[in-house]
């Protein structure tokens, strides 16, 4: 008898490499406006503050749209609509500094730095909005990854292996952020920033052609023999006894999603932990320069961001976890995953630290930062596939789309509060727990992301307390 092949895992490599150049794409301003784009138009930490946040509320308001529309468009198309759109988006980014001189009628870079006065408030004020623009298209285009990704996950994986396979996925936002500091400044340095975005958005072009081959449906698939095919649609058999029509795939409507409490729990999931994620990876380069006068264009600074997001990689044990707890116990899926988020919301209490230990050594500050988003990261991997667990997969994107549009809806709330706590905590020297001045504004946000997993895992406990499947009536 011919053995199962393993093309699942080809496509969740497929699935991996599209989020490394995700964050690739996300993390080329976060790595190049404290150096390069702050002194050329006059930024300060509000105007990259509100650059991030309206970020962050596009790819909210996009993600509850992405979610229908991926479930209409199916999983391949959708992808390369998203990765198409976002792609694009980074490489717009490039052409902000020649709007800029063109819109105040300055004609190169040095006039730009020169201003001062009015001029230089002019600059700072219209390149943000040529910054927001380009922002906009990249947020539109990332909004479809994760909806699309968890759809694509529920076709091709059993339960029982979705949240490892989500978190070998999932791992690419780690990978991405982990290799943007080894090129991205460097990038920037020698060729120009704007060629450090035009380059990274680049490669999103080159994987939407390796897609277009490799991507079926697993029924339709000419990689998956019968073998895999029956290994993946194990759990039709498993729930047979659970729904009235177990065989019947209807669509569900948009409104009727949010009849039900486990979207709910899934949304505030997000919205109370998506916002620590995105806070640590647009900040953390500018807190590394602001705290311990520490450049991404220098050895040590690219170090200690590279060292955070190895430490990063370790969530793909967490989603192994699960897996563990079911083959042991023989628990069900929800139980295992909220037994396993449970583990992980407790890990980020030690982000209490970081400001405290930071006085020592820089490195206990990143390594602490670290352990703090491998566990964002484990936590992750394991509250997207709940949506997979309890929702038929004609509603999981628009389910997934749900919840993401909360986590950015949070990630907005921080990255606002964020700028403006900063340029705040400097202009007063305000003064926590001894430390004065923007070190005292990021200790207030360090204590806020420390709690933020435990009380969220409460809420969705409280509101989903068991296992229990949605059946589209």
């Given at each position: 008898m011919k053995g199962m092949t393993h093309y699942r895992w080809t496509i969740c490599i497929m699935m991996f490499l599209a989020l490394?150049?995700?964050?690739?794409?996300?993390?080329?301003?976060?790595?190049?406006?404290?150096?390069?784009?702050?002194?050329?138009?006059?930024?300060d930490e509000s105007h990259y503050g509100l650059v991030t946040a309206t970020f962050s509320i596009v790819y909210a308001i996009g993600m509850l749209f992405a979610g229908r529309i991926i479930d209409w468009l199916g999983t391949k198309r959708g992808y390369?609509?998203?990765?198409?759109?976002?792609?694009?988006?980074?490489?717009?980014?490039?052409?902000?500094?020649?709007?800029?001189?063109?819109?105040?009628?300055?004609?190169?870079?040095?006039?730009?730095?020169?201003?001062?006065?009015?001029?230089?408030?002019?600059?700072?004020?219209?390149?943000?909005?040529?910054?927001?623009?380009?922002?906009?298209?990249?947020?539109?285009?990332?909004?479809?990854?994760?909806?699309?990704?968890?759809?694509?996950?529920?076709?091709?994986?059993?339960?029982r292996d979705r949240a490892f396979a989500t978190s070998i996925f999932n791992?690419?936002?780690?990978?991405?952020?982990?290799v943007a500091p080894l090129s991205i400044p460097y990038l920037a340095k020698f060729w120009g920033w704007e060629w450090a975005f035009v380059i990274i958005g680049a490669l999103g072009f080159v994987w939407m052609g390796f897609w277009v081959f490799m991507y079926a449906p697993p029924s339709q698939s000419r990689f998956v023999n019968q073998a895999e095919l029956d290994y993946i649609e194990q759990d039709k058999r498993l729930e047979a006894d659970l729904v009235k029509n177990p065989t019947e795939e209807k669509e569900m409507p948009f409104l009727q999603c949010f009849r039900y409490r486990q979207t709910w729990a899934f949304a505030l999931g997000k919205f109370m932990t998506d916002g620590v994620w995105w806070f640590f990876l647009f900040w953390t380069p500018s807190y590394l320069n602001t705290q311990f006068g520490i450049k991404m264009t220098e050895?040590?600074?690219?170090?200690?961001?590279?060292?955070?997001?190895?430490?990063?990689?370790?969530?793909?044990?967490?989603?192994?976890?699960?897996?563990?707890?079911?083959?042991?116990?023989?628990?069900?899926?929800?139980?295992?995953?909220?037994?396993?988020?449970?583990?992980?919301?407790?890990?980020?209490?030690?982000?209490?630290?970081?400001?405290?230990?930071?006085?020592?050594?820089?490195?206990?500050?990143?390594?602490?930062?670290?352990?703090?988003?491998?566990?964002?990261?484990?936590?992750?991997?394991?509250?997207?596939?709940?949506?997979?667990?309890?929702?038929?997969?004609?509603?999981?994107?628009?389910?997934?789309g749900i919840g993401g549009m909360a986590g950015g809806l949070s990630s907005m709330l921080m990255q606002m509060t964020a700028g403006q706590l900063f340029v705040y905590a400097d202009e007063v020297q305000l003064a926590f727990m001894g430390?004065?001045?923007?070190?005292?504004?990021?200790?207030?946000?360090?204590?806020?992301?420390?709690?933020?997993?435990?009380?969220?895992?409460?809420?969705?406990?409280?509101?989903?307390?068991?296992?229990?499947?949605?059946?589209?009536?």
């Open positions: 490394t150049i995700n964050y690739l794409d996300r993390q080329v301003l976060s790595l190049t406006w404290d150096e390069f784009i702050k002194p050329e138009f006059h930024w390369l609509w998203s990765i198409g759109i976002w792609s694009a988006g980074a490489c717009l980014h490039a052409l902000c500094g020649v709007a800029t001189e063109w819109h105040v009628g300055l004609s190169d870079k040095a006039q730009l730095m020169a201003a001062t006065g009015d001029m230089a408030v002019m600059i700072a004020t219209y390149s943000m909005y040529f910054f927001l623009l380009a922002r906009c298209v990249l947020a539109i285009g990332e909004s479809g990854y994760f909806p699309v990704a968890v759809k694509v996950t529920a076709e091709y994986f059993p339960k791992a690419g936002a780690s990978i991405g952020a982990l050895g040590l600074g690219s170090a200690m961001i590279f060292v955070l997001y190895a430490i990063t990689m370790l969530s793909i044990y967490g989603g192994k976890l699960p897996t563990i707890f079911i083959n042991r116990t023989g628990s069900n899926p929800y139980a295992a995953r909220m037994k396993a988020m449970l583990i992980f919301a407790f890990v980020p209490l030690i982000v209490l630290f970081a400001q405290p230990l930071g006085t020592v050594s820089p490195w206990f500050s990143v390594i602490i930062i670290g352990i703090g988003c491998a566990a964002h990261q484990s936590w992750s991997a394991n509250i997207y596939t709940t949506v997979s667990d309890m929702f038929p997969r004609s509603a999981v994107a628009t389910v997934t430390f004065v001045g923007k070190p005292a504004g990021y200790f207030i946000i360090f204590c806020v992301c420390s709690v933020a997993y435990l009380l969220g895992w409460i809420i969705m406990k409280s509101l989903v307390p068991r296992y229990k499947l949605i059946e589209v009536e």
